[in-house]
């Protein structure tokens, strides 16, 4: 392996792949091949080398460290919401608008159905084209997306439907028009409704809990995580510009920022590690969606004997203890 | 920025802004505010309280809570104790029980000398506990802001601060408990992003910096050419995001009036207030 830091998940896989032409070539050989001998030579090379990159895979996804984990999180294919909704809920709607002022692509939401029973879906999607991405903004919410959220956590409310968030952003966006709009107020608001809701809401972190723009509709009765999703108060890169003044320590500050799904469930910030696949939700992402619906169904099932203040207290009481202090 | 220059040995100081000199013991007079250009340079949390609470009002609380270190985050422990030795404090706000103007308030300030005013466990759970002395206690809340948002060092620590606090907010509001916040220079970030937002009142003094991402990471994010009073209280007020901007000079009698205007209603249920002539009950 390059002993450079990865930057990208491709970069970090590479060895991945390549194992993977190598499969590819000797297939299209063996293919071609008249010779019995010869034939069954290649065909045990393939499953010689399919063995070495099944291991290989294997693992590289059970030692991930915090940085890989950063670059898994933001793999570009990686299952956004979108793809989790498709496959875990029936029959979504989406609703759009926040009646205020615009129109936000970054964070989406709708009632659909889980099991039959509807619920009200609201996340962050990202997008993968070029003019999607532009369209999602990246994945960086403005004022609108939190105002629409907090319009579709009102109906949940008013219909009785548990609320269900899914959280995959870099951060809220932090550019002139969001902040002259007042993206800060937008974040605090959509907090504050998700605490005096009284129907249960579980929200799970799929890809990319990036600060206040994750915790802006992470307020929840439950929160779970992707086993390597991430969740962060800042960016890395952010956390070490600021720091160290090296943007490029990313890597360290991830480290140190303790950004994993199993040091943010050993502080007890999060109630539950939804497990991925072997190789992580991208290689196979109709598994990853048939964990996140069982998951779904217990905590909504374990939430379910809660009467609306029940819920709305045991909201409150999650919250109230995290933090860690010492007395002098 | 915002730190006067000294010369000499203490008995002038230079206002940051307009580079006037001044007499030290007439700037600390002024509230530290430049008589010439109205600049407000930052102002300790101890300082605060004077000006603010009656004489002698004060009651400081949970003054025993510090931080701990639980990421093992690297030179965070240096970092706090020449912050401890710095400013006197354990951490970056003080709260307590004081009175204005005769009325009782839950309060909370920020100094900013403590690492940026940043807010770690034990901030978070100071502002949550001042919230909640305003429900027990049945008095309004005020807390003064002076941050740069979440301690970076205490990681999702932090985030979850913003969480708590909000809460706690959810609860005054649900019982009609009023909650006032004030911006100082600079409020900014998770704290703004949180707790700061949803208070039922928001005041700022003028020209301070209030916005949710520094600056440079406004840049980052491509926000090349930003208005002169990008981010400052004027900018928010514009905006709409603030109710008032009021001089220091003038903010203890404002807070005063609000108190009275919002928080009338409590006056019966506070027990064992001897100023309550309402609600009196023995």
Same mark, same amino acid.
């Given at each position: 392996?390059?002993?450079?830091?990865?930057?990208?998940?491709?970069?970090?896989?590479?060895?991945?792949?390549?194992?993977?032409?190598?499969?590819?070539?000797?297939?299209?050989?063996?293919?071609?091949?008249?010779?019995?001998?010869?034939?069954?030579?290649?065909?045990?090379?393939?499953?010689?080398?399919?063995?070495?990159?099944?291991?290989?895979?294997?693992?590289?996804?059970?030692?991930?460290?915090?940085?890989?984990?950063?670059?898994?999180?933001?793999?570009?294919?990686?299952?956004?919401?979108?793809?989790?909704?498709?496959?875990?809920?029936?029959?979504?709607?989406? @609703?759009?608008?926040?009646?205020?002022?615009?129109?936000?692509?970054?964070?989406?939401?709708? +009632?659909?159905?889980?099991?039959?029973? +509807?619920?009200?879906?609201?996340?962050?999607?990202?997008?993968?084209?070029?003019?999607?991405?532009?369209?999602?903004?990246?994945?960086?919410?403005?004022?609108?997306?939190?105002?629409?959220?907090?319009?579709?956590?009102?109906?949940?409310?008013?219909?009785?439907?548990?609320?269900?968030?899914?959280?995959?952003?870099?951060?809220?966006?932090?550019? @002139?028009?969001?902040?002259?709009?007042?993206?800060?107020?937008?974040?605090?608001?959509?907090?504050?409704?998700?605490?005096?809701?009284?129907?249960?809401?579980?929200?799970?972190?799929?890809?990319?809990?990036?600060?206040?723009?994750?915790?802006?509709?992470?307020?929840?009765?439950?929160?779970?995580?992707?086993?390597?999703?991430?969740?962060?108060?800042?960016?890395?890169?952010?956390?070490?510009?600021?720091?160290?003044?090296?943007?490029?320590?990313?890597?360290?500050?991830?480290?140190?920022?303790?950004?994993?799904?199993?040091?943010?469930?050993?502080?007890? @910030?999060?109630?539950?590690?939804?497990?991925?696949?072997?190789?992580?939700?991208?290689?196979?992402?109709?598994?990853?969606?048939?964990?996140?619906?069982?998951?779904?169904?217990?905590?909504?099932?374990?939430?379910?004997?809660?009467?609306?203040?029940?819920?709305?207290?045991?909201?409150?009481?999650?919250?109230?203890?995290?933090?860690?202090?010492?007395?002098? | 920025?915002?730190?006067?220059?000294?010369?000499?040995?203490?008995?002038?100081?230079?206002?940051?802004?307009?580079?006037?000199?001044?007499?030290?013991?007439?700037?600390?007079?002024?509230?530290?505010?430049?008589?010439?250009?109205?600049?407000?340079?930052?102002?300790?949390?101890?300082?605060?309280?004077?000006?603010?609470?009656?004489?002698?009002?004060?009651?400081?609380?949970?003054?025993?809570?510090?931080?701990?270190?639980?990421?093992?985050?690297?030179?965070?422990?240096?970092?706090?104790?020449?912050?401890?030795?710095?400013?006197?404090?354990?951490?970056?706000?003080?709260?307590?029980?004081?009175?204005?103007?005769?009325?009782?308030?839950?309060?909370?300030?920020?100094?900013?000398?403590?690492?940026?005013?940043?807010?770690?466990?034990?901030? &978070?759970?100071?502002?949550?506990?001042?919230?909640?002395?305003?429900?027990?206690?049945?008095?309004?809340?005020?807390?003064?802001?002076?941050? &740069?948002?979440?301690?970076?060092?205490?990681?999702?620590?932090?985030?979850?601060?913003?969480?708590?606090?909000?809460?706690?907010?959810?609860?005054?509001?649900?019982?009609?408990?009023?909650?006032?916040?004030?911006?100082?220079?600079?409020?900014?970030?998770?704290?703004?992003?949180?707790?700061?937002?949803?208070?039922?009142?928001?005041?700022?003094?003028?020209?301070?910096?209030?916005?949710?991402?520094?600056?440079?990471?406004?840049?980052?994010?491509?926000?090349?050419?930003?208005?002169?009073?990008?981010?400052?209280?004027?900018?928010?007020?514009?905006?709409?995001?603030?109710?008032?901007?009021?001089?220091?000079?003038?903010?203890?009698?404002?807070?005063?009036?609000?108190?009275?205007?919002?928080?009338?209603?409590?006056?019966?249920?506070?027990? &064992?207030?001897?100023?309550?002539?309402?609600?009196?009950?023995?």
């Amino acid at each position: 392996m390059a002993n450079a830091v990865p930057r990208t998940l491709d970069e970090w896989e590479k060895p991945l792949r390549d194992l993977e032409d190598g499969i590819t070539k000797l297939k299209a050989v063996a293919v071609k091949e008249k010779d019995d001998s010869r034939a069954a030579d290649l065909k045990y090379r393939i499953q010689e080398l399919q063995r070495r990159h099944d291991n290989y895979l294997e693992v590289m996804y059970s030692q991930l460290g915090p940085w890989e984990k950063v670059l898994v999180a933001r793999a570009p294919n990686r299952p956004y919401m979108l793809d989790y909704v498709n496959q875990v809920f029936e029959g979504f709607v989406e @609703l759009q608008g926040d009646r205020r002022y615009g129109q936000d692509h970054a964070i989406i939401g709708g +009632p659909a159905k889980l099991n039959g029973s +509807p619920v009200m879906v609201v996340g962050h999607q990202k997008g993968r084209t070029i003019q999607e991405r532009q369209l999602r903004n990246f994945g960086y919410a403005r004022p609108e997306g939190y105002r629409k959220a907090i319009r579709l956590f009102e109906l949940a409310q008013r219909f009785s439907m548990p609320v269900v968030t899914l959280v995959d952003t870099p951060g809220a966006d932090a550019g @002139l028009e969001a902040e002259s709009r007042g993206i800060s107020e937008a974040i605090a608001a959509s907090m504050l409704k998700m605490f005096s809701l009284t129907v249960p809401i579980i929200s799970v972190i799929i890809g990319e809990g990036g600060s206040g723009g994750a915790i802006g509709i992470a307020i929840a009765n439950r929160v779970l995580m992707f086993e390597h999703s991430i969740y962060s108060v800042i960016a890395p890169e952010g956390c070490a510009a600021i720091l160290w003044r090296k943007p490029e320590m990313g890597p360290q500050a991830a480290e140190a920022l303790k950004v994993t799904a199993e040091s943010v469930l050993s502080f007890q @910030l999060i109630d539950q590690i939804i497990p991925e696949p072997t190789g992580g939700a991208h290689r196979d992402p109709a598994s990853a969606a048939q964990s996140l619906k069982v998951s779904l169904l217990s905590n909504l099932a374990e939430l379910s004997s809660l009467s609306g203040p029940e819920l709305l207290n045991d909201r409150a009481n999650r919250f109230r203890n995290l933090g860690v202090m010492a007395i002098h | 920025m915002s730190k006067p220059g000294k010369l000499g040995e203490g008995a002038f100081i230079q206002c940051a802004k307009c580079k006037k000199i001044h007499f030290a013991n007439e700037f600390e007079e002024n509230l530290r505010v430049c008589s010439s250009c109205g600049w407000h340079h930052r102002i300790s949390a101890q300082r605060r309280i004077e000006i603010t609470c009656d004489a002698n009002s004060f009651e400081e609380l949970d003054q025993d809570l510090k931080s701990g270190n639980p990421l093992d985050f690297p030179d965070y422990d240096e970092k706090r104790v020449g912050a401890e030795d710095k400013t006197g404090l354990l951490d970056s706000i003080v709260t307590g029980i004081g009175r204005i103007d005769g009325n009782r308030v839950s309060l909370a300030v920020a100094d900013f000398s403590f690492m940026g005013g940043s807010m770690g466990s034990v901030a &978070g759970e100071k502002v949550t506990r001042t919230l909640e002395r305003g429900l027990e206690k049945k008095c309004p809340a005020i807390v003064f802001c002076a941050t &740069g948002g979440a301690r970076m060092q205490e990681g999702l620590l932090s985030l979850m601060q913003m969480a708590k606090t909000t809460s706690a907010a959810e609860r005054c509001n649900r019982a009609s408990i009023p909650y006032i916040c004030v911006f100082t220079d600079p409020t900014m970030a998770g704290v703004l992003a949180s707790y700061a937002s949803v208070a039922d009142v928001i005041l700022a003094e003028p020209k301070s910096m209030v916005g949710f991402a520094g600056l440079r990471v406004s840049k980052q994010a491509g926000v090349s050419k930003v208005p002169d009073d990008f981010q400052s209280a004027e900018f928010a007020y514009n905006h709409g995001m603030i109710d008032k901007i009021v001089e220091r000079k003038d903010l203890k009698s404002t807070l005063s009036q609000l108190v009275q205007l919002l928080g009338g209603h409590l006056l019966e249920q506070q027990e &064992g207030d001897k100023l309550t002539t309402r609600g009196a009950k023995k």
